[in-house]
């Protein structure tokens, strides 16, 4: 069965779409399924045309009737028979390329244009920036009959329940029904906002891996053992039963956030059969419910811990952690979640803090409570760089440094010999503070990279860093304020420490001043984990250590008033919420002051308008900001640029590249980059956008010493022109494979050898003696065959390795000799030749 | 596979293993206990030794009295200190590929090792290991170099008048290879080729050999060693603590009786639910009885500060090598600590100086972690507690820089973030002061009554001497040794006559017999090798039999130069199967539960791994005339053909026969079978059980055909 390719509404042209015509496949129809749900409520919504959302369902009967008639939707349809089918309510959306199919069918309604659907554009992956506008060519839209209470696929008997299905909306989630009209108001942000498009390709059953693995149903038993074969030779315990044997041999990437956007980072990715999350984080520009991935998408009636082999967190920043409570605790989820130590350190602080300002401050209600992240810090489990941790007997994965924050971490995703790295954010040039990320030559199949500065290429850090001292100076000098938002923890203490050697150096008296709480505490942790700083600083630590700072103070909110120059560095980075944004308000009026940005801001908050070029920005309770003070940016923001993604992608040599965490617009440009210089595929999916790659784990067995000694000796390298083959015979016993000689198998298995032989008669003209035509033929033979070991046997038999030839005279006529030429069926080649050779006769021989 | 031993000591071990085309250096301890046959070494002019009388022979030939000097009947060597290197004439050690290590103590040769025997590989360690390493031999290498001796003695060395010499040096082993201590241009240079590891890494030598570092709960970042291929392990044990699992044991056992009285149903009375606490409590004390823990409740937390070991990943193993068990079988580490700290307050209540000769790391955390519990309940608020060594500061920093390798508890503490070790504390509030030595800063500050935590522990350089000297003769004065790695009456040889109390209360945390037996129930080695003390009582307690190894089968010991031959032979090597092949392979039941598939395809060996590929297709003849030519080229008679196996029904046969227009089929009878005979081919089958003969003429179609007939009936491998 075909596996169709579904997407959410423009996202239909997309990687695996082109992953699928390059393969060969045609695909004539593409099934976009929407979630949209609940479906009173996308019934209700105004101008939706769509009539059958209150009742007009069709049948089940009905849907599989007009299917037969639907080319290429065979897939669904299998899986709609299997129980897997989209959810009650939802509505499937039939988008027939142009050129292809059988044109306009009557379905029970159209939709024209209800949704901004993007064009299937099967023959290019070239994307429109924006999801809207473009016309969908032919939209059909049914809603499909609600899924038997089970969801299991029949073959699939013990990963069935590893599959992305969706789960009904949670009852706790607040305000569905403005949440979605935000997201149908919105129309370019919907991808962001509604990752869960369904893209429900996928799942492939039994027969999908079977066709995968190109064996034919028939061989299927015994190589159902086969799967097993790779647990059981990487030395973990056996897995057993149907289950290994239906392992895909592909690996599916799903972002549920991060996708073609920074923020909200969340990624899942199907391998070797196992389902692991990778960062769940929260989005800075959104105080809805877009700011948490939509979990649902993961399961819809089960629980998460069944879904979920594992949870990774990168690194500590709210984008790639804030969700975690919510997902843990008031989602539900039970599973391991894996950290560094650092991160695990300073996650609950950052995570606490996050909850204060959206609780106390903004006064949300239905948010996660300390002790739910408590509850969520205890199912976590630290690891150590470099440490190879089981997640079960087939799931590994091992953390390698990244260098963006303290204790942020690569991490690498490993089942059998399939792997993805996931880099989280990383750096890849050494800072005052932290080292480089660094990865070894480890070959994933797939490498997933954040693409944050994916067009930048930063000049040198030395520069970079004298703009900065030189901006700062200038405006001290001139007895201007300078603001710098920073997070707590991360650039905050590079820049502290590039300051502190600066007025060290230039001897400044005005004040600098670090926002209190958070970053105190800050550097304490980076002091007790300063194994994670970088070379400089772990040396000198004993001496020095260069988190004591000796002119940066702590801030008091009634410093800001103070008059005369200052420096301060407040929270949070981005200016959209605490004491930052409570500092910029104050001093934004005054054109001798000065904002530095050192960092990234997302879409949405006041950082990322004010360095747009906004000059009056709408503040809370209508009030208008006019900002005269000077606004500048500086990358600090400790990310690689496309200089260093490009290292990386040489450092790890994948398979192939898949981007996130970036916009679409800079990775489409360094996707063709890697593209060009690396010859790999590079995906860039949206939100919800699965992406496929098929995988071909070879199989380990174990060979019997023996044999492979007995192949080594002959010389290592084959030769290209002569490729020397290894014959063996592979014995399949439960769960064990052993290759062995056939000498050894048959002694094994206690069966007894069959000797084959022939002997044919040559008939030769020669008047001669036996002895003398025996003499004949073995000069003869010596000369043809040179290579070969041929003797002259003292009973007048001549051999040929283990081919024996004896000369006999006629019984009827003396002049003709007869040659009884014997050999077994292993040397049948060699038989039939000489066999041939003899019968040409031998040369006349000088008399 | 072999194991050759290099070093005889058991705690300091040094053993190099030839596995699979590698060869792996296990730990390179350096056996320091030769330092006890030398004179102390002074940092001030100590009239005592200087004068102490040269040693003669009984005949009165004084020709070694410089070299020899007598102290209260024992004979010292005056000279500066050598050590027992490992055998290095046994193996060549410039072809040993890696050097595994697995705590701070057993790294001591590495200079040794790496700088002098043309050694080019690399050395795996964790990084506490290395830090902490680096400051052992860093204070070792200080220690000596900072009082310079002119006079080497090698004159006793001779082996004709060693004989002559009495007792202790007359025994010694290998005098000739002892040298004198490394310099730091070598530490540093042997540190340089140390790789940096984590628990649970896996490590590839040379795609042959997986070794992979394991939490051993000793000591910070020390680590056991899992040495693999893919069907053979070998594990490397050496000192591992059991102990450092005691606080989570006691928390979870508090909070089962704190929960249990919460969660009891509020109906059932006090007494009832007195009863359930009382049986939780006496389950608890049983559970700590069969972990072999004594006092429980009581004990202070020695040793709590490292990662629990890691056990499970041991299991399965071929080979075990045990080294490093506690030294002091018979002592229990929480009740020394008591002893300690209970000797301590005495003394110093009763107005005398404690000197504490240890390590600079290790188990001095400990004994401050007690003491800072300790002290003001003890009153002891207002003695100072001085830490001299040349790394003092940097050994108490180091110990709150590894929170990961920290056990849960000191891990939570530096989540806080706070410190994990209470050191800072005491150095915040002034009550322990650390110096690099006993000139500049120190002297200023020193008050009496103190203790004194300094270094060596055998007391024949370093500061210590210099306390030895200062406090021998006042017997308010206590030394309190920790360290078990030197006898204290040997240590304490060159002080003699001595007037200070000395009291011994070894700490040592490392896994002792009974633990042993348990950790082997637990992970069922087939194989135990050890050094051969651990194979019979210890000299002095002969008669316990307990405190040996006892396993089944026997475990396998070694001396010092000794080459055991490890008891497995490898049959399998891993070989991966390319999909595309394992694709064309067609599997055939052959019995129920048992497939076979024959497999003819191209081995490519590159790192040693071996892979699989499929044959290549046979190049398409090209043009009329190759193509003749090819088929005329003689055949490759490597290429194999499989073997045969099962038995021709005749009747089916002929039948066949028959079918495909053989008409003159006849069957003759014989002995052992049959005879085909095709009487217009004039071609005869023999059928036998086993084997099968066809005579034909020159005819190759018909042959071929037959062939084929004949094929269709038995199997093929």
Known sequence: ?847 | MKLYCLSGHPTLPCNVLKFKSTTIMLDCGLDMTSTLNFLPLPLVQSPRLSNLPGWSLKDGNAFLDKELKECSGHVFVDSVPEFCLPETELIDLSTVDVILISNYHCMMALPYITEHTGFTGTVYATEPTVQIGRLLMEELVNFIERVPKAQSASLWKNKDIQRLLPSPLKDAVEVSTWRRCYTMQEVNSALSKIQLVGYSQKIELFGAVQVTPLSSGYALGSSNWIIQSHYEKVSYVSGSSLLTTHPQHLTAAVDTVHQSLVELPSGLGFWSKLVVVVFLFLFYLIFCRIIGRKRCLLSLPSSSFSQPMDQASLKNSDVLVLTGLTQIPTANPDGMVGEFCSNLALTVRNGGNVLVPCYPSGVIYDLLECLYQYIDSAGLSNIPFYFISPVANSSLEFSQIFAEWLCHNKQTKVYLPEPPFPHAELIQTNKLRHYPSIHGDFSNDFRQPCVVFTGHPSLRFGDVVHFMELWGKSSLNTVIFTEPDFSYLEALAPYQPLAMKCIYCPIDTRLNFIQVSKLLKEVQPLHVVCPEQYTQPPPAQSHRMDLMIDCQPPAMSYRRAEVLALPFKRLFEKIEIMPELADSLVPMEIKPGISLATVSAVLHTKDNKHVLQPPPRPAPPTSGKKRKRASEDIPDCKVLKPLLSGSIPVEQFVQTLEKHGFSDVKVEDTAKGHIVLLQEAETLIQIEEDSTHIICDNDEMLRVRLRDLVLKFLQKF
């Open chain 1, 1 to 847: 069965m075909q596996g169709t390719a579904k997407a959410l509404p423009g996202a239909a042209h997309g990687p695996k779409v082109r992953a699928r015509r390059e393969s060969g496949l045609s695909i004539p129809t593409l099934w976009v399924t929407a979630a949209w749900r609940p479906r009173k409520e996308r019934g209700s919504q105004p101008g939706t045309p769509g009539s059958e959302g209150g009742s007009g369902a069709l049948s089940g009967k009905s849907f599989n009737s007009s299917r037969k008639g639907v080319p290429g939707g065979t897939g669904l349809g299998s899986r709609t028979q299997g129980g897997w089918g989209p959810g009650p309510g939802r509505v499937l959306l039939q988008v027939q390329a142009p050129g292809r199919g059988r044109g306009p069918r009557a379905g029970p309604a159209w939709e024209p244009g209800l949704r901004p659907l993007h064009p299937p554009a099967l023959g290019s992956h070239a994307r429109p920036l924006g999801y809207a506008q473009a016309p969908p060519r032919q939209i059909r839209l049914r809603s499909v009959p609600p899924p038997p209470a089970r969801v299991y696929l029949p073959c699939r008997r013990r990963r069935s329940r590893r599959c992305w299905t969706r789960r009904p909306a949670p009852s706790h989630r607040p305000a569905a029904r403005d949440w979605l009209s935000a997201v149908q108001s919105e129309g370019p942000e919907r991808g962001r906002a509604f990752p869960a498009g369904a893209p429900e390709a996928g799942a492939p059953g039994c027969a999908c891996a079977v066709r995968a693995a190109g064996l034919v149903p028939a061989e299927l038993r015994s190589w159902a053992v086969v799967g097993q074969a790779w647990s059981v030779g990487s030395g973990s315990a056996a897995a057993t039963g149907w289950g290994a044997a239906c392992r895909m041999p592909e690996i599916r990437v799903t972002p549920l956030g991060a996708g073609q956007d920074v923020g909200r980072s969340c990624i899942l990715v199907s391998i070797g059969g196992k389902n692991v999350m990778l960062d769940c984080g929260m989005h800075m520009g959104f105080n809805d419910d877009r700011r948490f991935p939509d979990f649902s998408y993961i399961t819809r009636n089960g629980r998460l811990t069944d879904f979920l082999d594992c949870v990774i967190i990168s690194h500590f920043h709210l984008d790639h952690c804030g969700a975690l409570p919510y997902f843990s605790e008031m989602v539900g989820y039970d599973g391991p979640i894996y950290m560094t130590h650092p991160t695990q350190a300073i996650c609950p602080i950052l995570l606490e803090d996050y909850r204060k300002i959206a609780v106390d401050k903004k006064g949300e209600a239905n948010f996660f409570t300390s002790q739910m992240i408590k509850d969520c810090m205890k199912k976590v489990v630290a690891v150590h760089l470099h440490q190879t941790v089981q997640v079960d007997d087939e799931l590994e994965i091992k953390a390698y440094y990244a260098g963006h924050v303290l204790g942020a971490a690569m991490f690498q995703i490993k089942v059998g010999s399939e792997s993805v790295v996931y880099t989280g954010d990383y750096n890849m040039t050494p800072d005052r503070h932290l080292g480089a990320a660094w990865i070894d030559k480890c070959r994933p199949n797939l490498l997933i990279t954040e693409s944050t500065y994916a067009t930048t290429i930063r000049d040198s850090k030395r520069c970079r860093e004298r703009d900065f001292l030189k901006k700062v100076h200038e405006t001290v000098e001139r007895g201007g304020k300078v603001l710098i938002p920073v997070f707590a923890l991360g650039r905050a203490q590079e820049l502290c420490i590039l300051l502190e050697t600066f007025w060290e150096r230039v001897n400044l008296k005005a004040p600098i001043y670090f926002s209190t709480g958070l970053t105190e505490k800050a550097n304490h942790y980076y002091k007790l984990f300063i194994t994670w700083t970088n070379q400089k600083i772990r040396k000198t630590f004993v001496q020095r250590n260069m988190f004591e700072f000796k002119h940066i103070k702590a801030f008091d909110r009634a410093f800001a008033d103070n008059p005369g120059p200052m420096v301060v560095f407040a929270t949070p980075g981005m200016l959209h919420a605490g004491q930052s944004l409570q500092i910029f308000r104050k001093w934004a009026g005054n054109e001798k002051n000065m904002v530095i940005m050192p960092g990234y801001c997302v879409q949405g908050t006041v950082g990322h308008k004010i360095l747009s070029g906004q000059r009056k920005l709408e503040m809370e309770g209508r009030q208008v900001l006019e900002v005269k003070m000077q606004v500048e940016y500086m990358s600090f923001s400790a990310h690689a640029d496309a200089k260093g993604i490009m290292q990386l992608v040489g450092q790890a040599e994948p398979e192939s590249v898949l981007l996130v965490h970036g916009e679409a617009k800079k990775m489409e440009f360094l996707k063709q980059k890697i593209e060009q210089e690396f010859r790999v595929n590079c995906y860039m999916p949206a939100n919800g956008e699965t992406v496929t790659l098929p995988t071909s784990p070879s199989i380990p067995v174990g060979i019997s010493l023996g044999l492979l000694k007995r192949e080594m000796a002959q010389g290592l390298l084959p030769s290209a022109k002569k490729p020397r083959l290894l014959h063996g015979t592979l014995i399949m016993k439960d769960s064990s494979f052993q290759l062995v000689s056939s000498e050894q198998a048959l002694k094994e298995l206690g069966l007894a050898e069959h000797q084959l032989r022939f002997t044919c008669r040559v008939h030769l003209h020669d008047s001669r003696k036996e002895q003398e035509t025996a003499a004949r033929v073995y000069s003869h033979l010596k000369s043809v065959l040179k290579d070969h070991c041929v003797q002259h046997l003292p009973d007048g038999s001549v051999t040929v390795e283990s081919i024996l030839i004896q000369a006999a005279a006629h019984s009827e006529d003396p002049g003709t000799k007869v040659l009884l030429v014997s050999w077994t069926y292993q040397d049948e080649e060699l038989g039939s030749y000489l066999t041939s050779l003899l019968k040409k006769g031998l040369p006349q021989a000088p008399s």
